[in-house]
């Protein structure tokens, strides 16, 4: 259930600014478009810019602060299928039922700790994250192509007639990317709020975007806001050990 008083009351959301520093090329986008040589040309905007989508950074802080999570101890719900990130309570495994996966207004369904962070079929997510574009003059960015060969991984060969061609921004410019982060109240006010704690060690844990990451391709550093985080916040987390307390 989405309550529109909660969504409309801007003074309620923290904003925060984050930059990601490609250290290395960086190749972000899709299938080939008309008047490029490129099979898989780079993401820009409508002003020319190159961007990092917003779903591809949330998705990979979801991934990575699953994994914390499941490090501290707590159960998460399986991403991303649908029907079982919705825990319902008539049936629901031992591990989820503990009062911390409950939610007001929510009386017939548990939510772990990402689906209340990143939000489930049910639940708006707390976590709204806008693309990160690169400002750099987009003259200044010429198209820059790299080519690539499919390989066959069970005869350890290159493919017959498979080489394509990636459009990439220049290798080493530490190009910038700049978005910002919405976080909306909690909707456990009555708890330790834990999500952003949780998004930036997950922001932490990313160390490249994009394609080829393999061959190099968009390895980066971040630039974030200084986060002070409130001790009953660390031991909030640590609690997922402690399960059968609950």
């Given at each position: 259930?989405?309550?529109?008083?909660?969504?409309?009351?801007?003074?309620?959301?923290?904003?925060?600014?984050?930059?990601?520093?490609?250290?290395?090329?960086?190749?972000?986008?899709?299938?080939?478009?008309?008047?490029?040589?490129?099979?898989?040309?780079?993401?820009?905007?409508?002003?020319?810019?190159?961007?990092?989508?917003?779903?591809?950074?949330?998705?990979?802080?979801?991934?990575?602060?699953?994994?914390?999570?499941?490090?501290?101890?707590?159960?998460?719900?399986?991403?991303?299928?649908?029907?079982?990130?919705?825990?319902?309570?008539?049936?629901?495994?031992?591990?989820?039922?503990?009062?911390?996966?409950?939610?007001?207004?929510?009386?017939?369904?548990?939510?772990?700790?990402?689906?209340?962070?990143?939000?489930?079929?049910?639940?708006?997510?707390?976590?709204?994250?806008?693309?990160?574009?690169?400002?750099?003059?987009?003259?200044?960015?010429?198209?820059?192509?790299r080519p690539g060969v499919t390989i066959n991984r069970r005869r350890k060969v290159a493919e017959e007639k498979k080489l394509y061609f990636l459009e990439t921004s220049p290798a080493n410019a530490k190009l910038k990317f700049t978005g910002e982060i919405h976080i909306q109240p909690s909707l456990t006010p009555e708890r330790p709020d834990f999500a952003k704690?949780?998004?930036?060690?997950?922001?932490?844990?990313?160390?490249?975007?994009?394609?080829?990451?393999?061959?190099?391709?968009?390895?980066?550093?971040?630039?974030?806001?200084?986060?002070?985080?409130?001790?009953?916040?660390?031991?909030?987390?640590?609690?997922?050990?402690?399960?059968?307390?609950?």
């Open positions: 259930m989405i309550y529109l008083e909660q969504l409309t009351n801007t003074n309620l959301v923290e904003t925060y600014v984050i930059t990601a520093i490609i250290d290395s090329a960086l190749c972000v986008g899709a299938g080939g478009s008309s008047g490029s040589l490129a099979d898989k040309s780079i993401v820009r905007n409508s002003e020319g810019n190159l961007l990092i989508p917003a779903s591809q950074v949330k998705g990979r802080v979801r991934h990575e602060c699953e994994k914390i999570a499941r490090g501290l101890g707590w159960a998460i719900s399986e991403s991303p299928n649908a029907g079982r990130m919705v825990i319902r309570r008539n049936d629901a495994p031992e591990d989820f039922q503990r009062d911390e996966y409950k939610i007001p207004d929510y009386e017939d369904t548990y939510h772990c700790l990402i689906s209340q962070t990143f939000g489930n079929p049910i639940l708006p997510s707390r976590a709204i994250f806008d693309d990160l574009i690169c400002t750099e003059e987009s003259e200044n960015l010429p198209e820059l192509l704690a949780l998004i930036w060690s997950g922001l932490k844990h990313i160390h490249a975007l994009g394609g080829s990451k393999s061959a190099g391709l968009g390895w980066l550093t971040w630039e974030l806001p200084e986060l002070k985080v409130d001790e009953t916040v660390w031991q909030f987390l640590l609690k997922g050990k402690k399960s059968e307390a609950n």
